[in-house]
């Protein structure tokens, strides 16, 4: 029931930004946290950031300190702000979400009960 829909992929470069953002419908009141996956061609989905409800956050080492995840409840929206992007960042990107909280740590997709399309991130060299 509940879907996931997001904007603000694109193509930018080496040490540019971008905002990711997804936003919840059908009943986004019943998520109690949110996240962001990437998956590169020929490497594994990973978590890259997750919010509960009303905090805590986690973060992937590969992005701590350069993504920043949050979210706006009113509007059941949900972003991630991508600076000083670099190549390897060049993945697809995933929102998703889950009625189970992720207590400020990088849990497995497998936790996840919805997902996003997809929204493709390119940072040229």
């Known amino acids: 029931q509940v879907q996931l829909v997001e904007s603000g992929g694109g193509s930018v470069q080496s040490e540019g930004s971008l905002r990711l953002s997804c936003a919840a419908s059908g009943y986004p009141g019943s998520l109690n946290c949110m996240g962001w996956f990437r998956q590169a061609p020929g490497k594994e989905r990973e978590g890259i950031a997750n919010?509960?409800?009303?905090?805590?956050?986690a973060y992937a080492n590969s992005v701590k300190g350069r993504f920043t995840v949050s979210q706006d409840n009113s509007k059941s929206a949900l972003y991630l702000q991508m600076n000083s992007l670099k190549p390897e960042d060049t993945a697809m990107y995933y929102c998703?979400?889950?009625?189970?909280?992720?207590?400020?740590?990088?849990?497995?997709?497998?936790?996840?009960?919805?997902w996003g399309q997809g929204t493709q991130v390119t940072v040229a060299s």
């Open positions: 919010i509960d409800r009303f905090g805590p956050t």
């Open positions: 998703a979400a889950t009625r189970v909280y992720c207590g400020g740590s990088l849990i497995a997709p497998s936790n996840f009960n919805y």
